[in-house]
């Protein structure tokens, strides 16, 4: 069990502390601030006492706007995570473990939306769902968002832990218990996936980082949700409204920060992850490490001798 | 002799799921993209009947009204593709949608196309050498990358436009040449060479910072797996220079993967470049990807995704043939 545990270092610890950070800001902070569709301010304040990020041409406090607009991304984020998760565990351990026909036709799946590019794949269903009159609000709603980047995401995911379950299916421990008689899912929920649990954490902040970056995307290039606030709505905003070329650098600096910290964040704490995973990535630079530690304490005792 | 069976059969139903995809999701959602593109032509168009050609492109693409079946709306749909019929735009009427994306891709090919290329290139020497120095500071280059990466990439070039374009002044802000010094569109000349040059230096700067920390990481990872392999051990074992262990046994075959990523790169080129041509508004195919989305012109948003979609598979095609003879590895093993 130890070993499946990423090992406490300085890149973890920071990844962890900003991942946090943000949450906390993204859960208190709009209790706290004014309404963010409030216009009740004066218009491009720049940052100042009261409104500590200024605020936005329509008198919006930056700060709230924010402070919500994290909420609302990281709520996007982690639903489409979570939905291209379930897809690639599906996809990618059906697959892997079933082998044979199943495989052929999974793999044949995943790999069609794996080539198939997705921005403009996302563009294309967005376009068009957005302006079906059946969904009514649901249609322009963050859920959509993250439900569309969700169902186009998770190729990437399965071919990764596809790769995985084959290798396990072939383990002793596996073959026992099919040898005593238990079911595909028992085998599959039981033997397989707890070994996969480094794995499938580092796919799910994969997909919570693409789909806070899609959305942003999204929204930048106007497909984004009408009806809440992320850190995409944002930035669209700033755009339309000249913030760039007008110098109102408060208005879109503080939401790419976010994105940007936000990432960063996750993709340290997947590092740790990836070495859990991979133990060549972190033995190597170790060995190096010692080697010329040792080579140095030996010309050091030369030098002394 | 089977690895290519496979792979072309593989492409062959890729190809016919995209295309079959473009036929489905109009069809399938509510709504009527048919009706809205026919109205949004005849508004173009100042309010004149539009010719039952134009009609006929129009269902073929997007769906009749009602009566005719799916089997038949599909095969018509094939037909006209083959045909080299995409429609007709509605926000450009009366363009034909082909002819705006015959347009409109050389832009986008040279200005992402020399991007990537230069980006992979950095990306895998300096991987490459962070990879050979493991285990000293330049380690430390890893989480640098990592944040490079996570920056959304308009984001950052929004960021670079303000400081370095609007205060600096130092490169022009839109556009992909100077459409006040040449009013009548692109010509043959070196003074519009050189216009289009200088628009093209901030959009290519942007592409490269944001996707040469992806080579990088990518070739480092894999060079410190491939220095771990028993061969470079033997290598350094028999006394060979350390330059020679880096370049002809270590980097080598490090670069192998980087190599698949790169086929795929380039076939992306023509996708990739949706958000830079919004961020500068570059004449390219993004641009008027961009462009069919937000005018509802369903036609020019189905042609180019195709146009998209099929160079993707192309470049992933090529790139596979060339990967078997690479590395043979994987002719036998897939």
Redesign the interface.
């Known amino acids: 069990m130890r070993e499946l545990m990423p090992r406490w270092d300085g890149?973890l610890a920071?990844g962890v502390a900003t991942v946090a950070l943000i949450t906390v800001f993204a859960l208190v902070v709009p209790l706290l601030a004014q309404d963010p569709r409030s216009s009740a301010n004066p218009a491009l304040l720049p940052p100042g006492p009261g409104h500590w990020l200024g605020t936005t041409k329509l008198g919006n406090d930056v700060l709230a706007q924010l402070a919500v607009g994290t909420r609302g991304s990281l709520f996007v984020g982690v639903l489409g995570g979570l939905v291209s998760l379930v897809l690639a565990l599906f996809f990618g351990i059906l697959a892997g473990y079933i082998g044979g026909v199943v495989d052929e036709v999974l793999m044949?799946l995943t790999?069609?939306n794996l080539?198939?590019?997705g921005?403009?794949?996302v563009?294309?269903?967005?376009?068009?769902?957005q302006?079906?009159?059946?969904?009514g609000s649901l249609a322009r709603s963050s859920l959509m968002v993250a439900l569309v980047l969700g169902v186009t995401g998770w190729a990437g995911s399965a071919v990764v832990l596809r790769a995985q379950a084959r290798s396990l299916r072939t383990r002793e421990y596996v073959a026992a218990a099919r040898v005593a008689g238990e079911g595909t899912l028992r085998i599959i929920c039981v033997e397989i996936l707890p070994n996969l649990v480094p794995l499938i954490a580092a796919q799910l902040i994969y997909g919570v980082?693409f789909t806070v970056?899609g959305e942003?995307?999204l929204s930048?290039?106007?497909?984004g949700p009408t009806g809440s606030i992320t850190l995409g709505t944002m930035?669209n905003d700033a755009?339309t409204g000249q913030a760039?070329?007008t110098?109102a650098?408060w208005w879109?600096?503080p939401?790419?920060t976010i994105?940007?910290?936000?990432?960063?964040g996750?993709?340290?704490v997947n590092?740790a992850l990836d070495e859990v995973v991979?133990p060549?990535?972190r033995?190597?630079?170790?060995?190096?490490?010692r080697q010329?530690r040792s080579r140095a304490a030996i010309t050091r005792e030369e030098a002394s001798a | 002799m089977a690895f290519y069976l496979r792979r072309t059969a593989f492409y062959a139903v890729t190809v016919w799921a995209a295309v079959s995809l473009n036929f489905l999701l109009p069809r399938l959602l509510p709504g009527d993209p048919a009706a809205i593109m026919i109205g949004k032509l005849r508004r173009a168009s100042g309010g004149r009947p539009l010719s039952p050609e134009v009609i006929a492109s129009i269902n073929a693409v997007l769906g009749p009204p009602k009566g005719t079946s799916l089997w038949e709306q599909y095969l018509i749909y094939w037909g006209r593709l083959l045909h080299g019929d995409l429609g007709i735009s509605s926000t450009r009427y009366p363009a034909r949608v082909v002819d705006l994306i015959a347009a409109a891709l050389p832009w986008t090919v040279v200005l992402v196309g020399t991007a990537t290329v230069l980006s992979f290139v950095l990306g895998i020497v300096a991987g490459a050498w962070v990879g050979w120095r493991r285990g000293t500071w330049l380690d430390h280059l890893v989480p640098v990358t990592t944040v490079l990466q996570s920056i959304p990439y308009f984001w950052l070039a929004l960021v670079l436009v303000a400081v370095l374009a609007v205060q600096l002044g130092m490169f022009p802000i839109v556009g992909g040449y100077d459409v006040f010094d040449f009013p009548a569109g692109p010509e043959a000349s070196w003074a519009f060479l050189v216009s289009a040059f200088t628009h093209a230096i901030l959009p290519a700067v942007t592409i490269v910072i944001s996707s040469v920390g992806g080579w990088l990481l990518g070739m480092r990872n894999m060079m410190v797996a491939t220095m771990s392999e028993d061969y470079v051990v033997t290598a350094q074992a028999k006394g060979l220079r350390p330059s020679r262990v880096r370049s002809r046994y270590a980097a080598r075959n490090a670069a192998i993967p980087s190599l698949a990523g790169f086929g795929i790169a380039l076939g992306f080129v023509v996708a990739g470049s949706i958000v830079t041509e919004q961020v500068f508004s570059y004449p390219g195919v993004g641009r008027l990807m961009i462009q069919a989305v937000s005018g509802l012109d369903y036609s020019l948003m189905q042609g180019v995704f195709l146009v998209i979609t099929l160079t993707v598979l192309a470049a992933n095609f090529v790139m596979d043939l060339l990967y078997g003879l690479i590395d043979p590895r994987v002719r036998t093993h897939a």
Not at chain 1, 131 to 135: E, I, M, Q, T, V
Not at chain 1, 259 to 264: F, K
Request: charged share 10%; proline share 8%; glycine share 12%.
């Open positions: 890149k920071i044949l790999n069609i080539v198939i590019p921005l403009p794949l563009m294309v269903i967005a376009a068009y769902v302006n079906a009159p059946g969904l980082i970056l942003a995307g930048y290039l106007g497909l930035l755009q760039v070329g110098g650098w879109f600096v939401p790419g994105i940007a910290a936000l990432g960063a996750l993709s340290l590092f991979d060549r990535l033995q190597a630079p170790q060995a190096v490490r010329r």
